[in-house]
């Protein structure tokens, strides 16, 4: 059973930085899943905000580039995002994801909340 447990989620001000993170367990060889960040704000689709491919290429949505970072530490079976100068459209429950495109595999977090509000 694999298990993706997002966390650092909450209330900042406008301008302000967060840190996500999202520790993944289970049976699963966490170095070779493409990891990635997608948030869905109220009305709206999931859209990918950042994503990390095994060997640690990046990419991230218009709207994050230069403001987030992902970043993965795989000893440690956790990626991250830094989300800094956040706006309220930020506003958004953001969703860890792990794929496997060779294996149509995937998995996904709960879930955590970012309120971007003054």
């Known amino acids: 059973q694999v298990q993706l447990v997002e966390s650092g989620g909450g209330l900042v001000q406008p301008g302000g930085s967060l840190r996500l993170s999202c520790l993944v367990s289970?049976?699963?060889?966490?170095?070779?899943?493409?990891m990635g960040w997608y948030r869905q704000a109220p009305g709206k689709q999931r859209e990918l905000v950042a994503g990390i491919t095994s060997t640690s290429t990046t990419n991230y949505a218009e709207s994050v580039k230069g403001r987030f970072t992902i970043s993965r530490d795989n000893a440690k079976k956790t990626v991250y995002l830094q989300m800094n100068s956040l706006k309220p459209e930020d506003t958004a429950v953001y969703y860890c994801?792990?794929?496997?495109?060779?294996?149509?595999?995937?998995?996904w977090g709960q879930g955590t909340q970012v309120t971007v509000s003054s």
């Open positions: 994801c792990a794929k496997r495109t060779v294996t149509s595999t995937s998995y």
């Open positions: 289970g049976s699963i060889f966490f170095s070779i899943y493409s």
